[in-house]
């Protein structure tokens, strides 16, 4: 049953991220939340707090002119879930290190939720 609920809030996640829809994606986030993205072990953003989330979620927002996010596989342990992703996007705006507007990102990484109840309070995206 824990399983099943804690699948459909991050179906739930996900499909508003893929639909650039920031309110919606803060529907099951605790309002204490770390939040952290990790390329390569290093961890390149951390966020604490719903409303810090929710402002870097609108700039992210503007990054990009699509985006999709796919699960292709969960793992379940206790109250933590770790979801394979593949990412792909196009870009809206030239970003530092060369990227430019209209590039192509295909990407494969994880994304790691703990819950406190049925709120997410951590999720780190790693790539």
Known sequence: MKN???TQIIENYIQ?????DVEKMMADMHDNLKFENI?????TLAVEGIH?????AKQAVAIFKERKQTITNY???DHEVTVDIDFEGTLATDLPGGLKAGNRLD?????IFNFVGN???????IR
């Open 4 to 6: 099943q609920l804690f």
């Open 16 to 20: 508003a991220y893929n639909q650039f």
């Open 39 to 43: 390329s390569d072990g290093v961890v």
């Open 52 to 56: 810090a989330l929710k402002n870097q």
């Open 75 to 77: 793992k379940f342990n």
């Open 107 to 111: 990407l494969k990484g994880k994304s």
């Open 119 to 125: 709120k997410i309070i951590y999720l780190g995206d």
